[in-house]
T-cell receptor, first 118, second 112 residues
């Protein structure tokens, strides 16, 4: 149980274009989803938190107009990197909390999406 | 001082060894602690979740929390080559805040 998928697993795009990454909870409903980015040999850095049907909450220093997050349903959240630049190249990982999880705090992670901007 | 400190390693051990991985933290408000395993180019996989001081065992894995010392550990018994991965500690204050703070991760290699 608690499986999270991401698509695509790897994407290459040209500078200036936009890329959409999907995050799906496959066997549970996710009221809250999180988006992280991870640079090589670095830990996960939280970018934003999204609740189904609400606007995402972005961490300090993360441009909300550049990283558009949509959490349209209890099983799907999307991250769109707009006008991507080479410095946006990174490993993007989503995670989710299960609906009805109660007062527990573990998150279930997707396999990640590697974005390379040329 | 970073909120969560974790030795990045790399740590190399022979197969069958007992592995000890550790994190220290400075925020006494952290109440919930997790260990994740991350294989190269994959997302983190939850291994252990604890919220009280003491030990929690699951198969070959034991998580230990010492809130008074702000120190958590993960022990792996009878380590296997398949345990080779990066291990991340994570923690949160709870009380409705779901944000996790991660350590940098320790890269472990178990040599056959």
């Amino acid at each position: 149980g608690a499986v999270v998928s991401q698509h695509p697993s790897w994407v290459i795009c040209k500078s200036g274009t936009s890329v959409k990454i999907e995050c799906r909870s496959l066997d549970f409903q996710a009221t809250t989803m999180f988006w992280y980015r991870q640079f090589p040999k670095q830990s996960l850095m939280l970018m934003a938190t999204s609740n189904e049907g609400s606007k995402a909450t972005y961490e300090q220093g993360v441009e909300k107009d550049k990283f558009l997050i949509n959490h349209a349903s209890l099983t799907l959240s999307t991250l769109t990197v707009t006008s991507a630049h080479p410095e946006d190249s990174s490993f993007y990982i989503c995670s989710a909390r299960e609906r009805g999880q109660g007062i527990t705090y573990e998150q279930y992670f997707g396999p990640g999406t590697r974005l390379t901007v040329t | 001082q970073k909120e969560v400190e974790q030795d990045p390693g790399p740590l190399s051990v022979p197969e069958g060894a007992i592995v000890s991985l550790n994190c220290t933290y400075s925020n006494s408000a952290f109440q919930y602690f997790m260990w994740y395993r991350q294989y190269s180019r994959k997302g983190p996989e939850l291994l252990m979740y604890t919220y009280s001081s003491g030990n929690k065992e699951d198969g070959r894995f034991t998580a230990q929390v010492d809130k008074s010392s702000k120190y958590i550990s993960l022990f792996i018994r009878d380590s296997q080559p398949s345990d080779s991965a990066t291990y991340l500690c994570a923690m949160t204050e709870g009380a409705g805040s779901y944000q996790l703070t991660f350590g940098k991760g320790t890269k472990l290699s178990v040599i056959p």
